[in-house]
């Protein structure tokens, strides 16, 4: 089946660690977005990508990088630099033939703090 | 300024009719996502409008008035599965970015 794998499902970052969140999709979509979200808030876009190598940040990119080598994967490291990164990971592809094509989800990393 | 807003919380009873409204501002409009998220689980797509007028899929209808910058879904004969947010999104042009609403937690009470 077709779809949007993230791992891990829980993720525990240390104080200064750099952690990386993987995706990975198999429904051929160009564009693949990254996500915050909080209690309480929309979600908040933080990079996206319409084609392989390369990328844009989004509204809250600082403290986060990313990268686009391969069409299927399009990995979120949060750094050091981010310092509340508490928050459930979306990463959501599209196909972009056509306007009415919506975003498609995984099922998320959420990441806390020790 | 963009702003989507959508009410926090709603309580319905099994059975009945809910309408969730959803009003946007935004700089442009080139569409609207509803979506469904269960608590902890991941988005996922219910509708789309771009047109003025009602889109009916089964017991699910979302309605746009792009005039009034205003939107509602209306979930009918609800069932205890349907209790969990749903998240308006607009597309304000042609790059296919999303501005989200918080969402509106619907309650289901037998």
């Known amino acids: 089946d077709g779809g949007i794998t993230q791992s891990p499902k829980y993720l525990f970052r240390k104080e200064g660690q750099n952690v990386t969140l993987s995706c990975e999709q198999n429904?051929?979509?160009?564009?693949m977005y990254w996500y915050r979200q909080d209690p309480g808030q929309g979600l908040r876009l933080i990079y996206y990508?319409?084609?392989?190598?390369?990328?844009q940040k989004g509204d809250i990119a600082e403290g986060y990088s990313v990268s686009r080598e391969k069409k299927e994967s399009f990995p979120l490291t949060v750094t050091s630099a981010q310092k509340n990164p508490t928050a459930f990971y979306l990463c959501?592809?599209?196909?972009?033939?056509?306007?009415?094509?919506?975003?498609?989800f995984g099922d998320g990393t959420r990441l806390s703090i020790l | 300024g963009q702003n989507i807003d959508q009410p926090t919380e709603m309580t319905a009873t099994e059975g009945a009719i809910v309408q969730i409204n959803c009003t946007y501002q935004?700089?442009?409009?080139?569409?609207l996502f509803w979506y469904q998220q269960h608590a902890g689980e991941a988005p996922t797509f219910l509708s789309y409008?771009?047109l003025d007028g009602l889109e009916e899929k089964g017991r699910f209808s979302s309605f746009l008035s792009r005039s009034k910058g205003y939107s509602y879904l209306l979930l009918k004969e609800l069932q205890m599965k349907d209790s969990a947010s749903y998240l308006c999104?607009?597309?304000?042009?042609?790059?296919?970015?999303?501005?989200w609403g918080a969402g509106t937690k619907l309650i289901i009470k037998p």
């Open positions: 959501a592809s599209r196909a972009t033939g056509f306007s009415n094509q919506p975003q498609h």
């Open positions: 429904l051929n979509h160009d564009a």
């Open positions: 990508s319409q084609i392989v190598n390369d990328f």
């Open positions: 935004t700089s442009g409009f080139n569409g």
């Open positions: 409008n771009v």
């Open positions: 999104a607009v597309r304000e042009d042609s790059n296919y970015q999303l501005i």
